[in-house]
């Protein structure tokens, strides 16, 4: 059934699956969550020898708070940690205070605000409230999602910046006037994770295939939106250390990537590096390191091209799972997680491909998704750093799901 106008009509179902992802979130946040991290906290590597695995964060938005300035627990500025999320968290302790609870409410709020915008996209996309109802349940019950909000990490904003930026991008195709606030969210995004710093030769790709003619001043607006909010991060990087770069640390990833001995557990090979690094290096606060990290990993990878390529290999497949059979416990959560990404995936093939046939908008849904999964396969991979791609997967293999029922349900009626 095709949607035209308000995507709110009929809207009582997607206020309550909205309520729906905010109350899972919630209830995970303030009754599961504080027995689970007491008990199992160094178990599931929420914690490392009593202190929360993603300390640096919150001790930037401390330091924020109390006027210290962009300094994290050694009292030295952190050229590791990108700033919009750490000045998020010290906003948040500032006007309310530095109790977890308050941040996962506020977490939870954005990340139901995420299944929203999940609903809202489809329905622009796809012009069919059902697989965008759909995609929108199912980001509700997602449980790597709904756990992340939990904790400071910045999978859950970063999540909500990716979906409105794509929702005005593709307004951005048809209007040139999105381009500039694309452009600002994108800016956004940048200064929360790295990794999409070059993402803006993409959308001028994109731009250049779809408006042949008429793709100069939607790119230029683009990035004047993109430069206005990255330019002044990487002139305090070049005050503060006379290099032009925005963060330290995506050198030392691509070492790791290098190094990392996917034979042994993974929480133990990646801890195990970490203090290794931490002891020889200084990569949160100094650049030269960071370059000399890179260097490594360079003479690696030509030293021994087979050993890389066997590691990008299986991080195909890290990307999406989590393989760590060490315990019964994180034995289980593994192999949630792999059987449910499995499905998911081909689901998510099956949508695109019929998108595809149908003249259905796809390529930058798939592009963003190649970007991010290129990225990480040849550098590090991380299942958490699957997530934000999510709704994105979600999204599309509602539309092959229903694809598949509606080919079903017409043969049988044929028959």
């Known amino acids: 059934m095709e949607t035209k106008g308000n995507p709110f009509r009929d809207h009582r179902a997607i206020i309550f699956v909205v309520l729906l992802a905010l109350g899972l979130r919630l209830i995970y946040c303030l009754v599961i969550f504080p027995p689970l991290l007491r008990q199992k906290g160094e178990e599931l590597g929420w914690v490392i020898k009593g202190k929360p695995a993603v300390d640096p964060y919150a001790a930037i938005a401390g330091n924020l708070i109390a006027g210290r300035g962009y300094v994290d627990e050694s009292s030295r500025v952190n050229l590791e940690r990108l700033p919009l999320y750490p000045c998020f968290l010290a906003l948040i302790y500032k006007l309310w205070g530095t109790e977890l609870w308050k941040l996962q409410v506020i977490q939870s709020l954005m990340d139901a605000a995420s299944c929203l915008l999940t609903y809202l996209l489809a329905v622009k996309v796809f012009r069919q409230r059902p697989p965008a109802l759909l995609a929108a349940v199912l980001y509700a019950i997602y449980f790597k999602a709904l756990a992340l909000v939990a904790q400071p990490f910045t999978e859950p904003l970063y999540t909500m910046l990716l979906l409105i930026f794509l929702y005005l991008f593709i307004s951005s195709l048809a209007r040139s006037g999105f381009a500039f606030p694309a452009g600002l969210v994108l800016g956004m995004m940048t200064l929360t994770k790295a990794i999409i710093l070059f993402f803006p030769l993409v959308v001028g790709a994109i731009y250049i295939f779809r408006w042949k003619k008429f793709w100069l001043s939607r790119l230029l607006q683009f990035g004047a939106g993109f430069a206005l909010l990255v330019t002044p991060l990487l002139v305090r990087n070049h005050c503060l250390t006379g290099r032009v770069f925005l963060a330290t640390g995506g050198k030392k990833m691509l070492y790791l990537g290098t190094v990392f001995d996917y034979r042994r557990p993974f ?149």
């Open 267 to 415: 929480r133990e090979e990646e801890g195990r590096l970490l203090r290794e690094i931490n002891r020889d290096y200084d990569f949160p606060h100094d650049v030269e390191d960071d370059n000399l990290l890179g260097k490594m990993a360079l003479r690696n990878i030509v030293s021994d091209p087979g050993a890389y390529l066997e590691r990008v290999i299986f991080r195909l497949y890290l990307f999406w799972a989590y393989p760590d059979y060490s315990t019964k416990m994180m034995a289980a959560k593994s192999l949630a997680i792999l059987l449910f990404n499995a499905a998911l995936l081909a689901l998510a093939v099956w949508g695109f491909l019929s998108a595809a046939r149908r003249g259905i908008l796809y390529g930058p849904f798939l592009a963003v998704i190649v970007f991010h999964y290129a990225i990480h396969i040849l550098t590090y991979a991380y299942s958490r750093y699957s997530v934000p791609l999510y709704p994105i997967l979600l999204m599309f293999s509602s539309y092959g799901l229903l694809t598949v029922l509606k080919r079903k349900t017409d043969r049988q009626s044929a028959g």
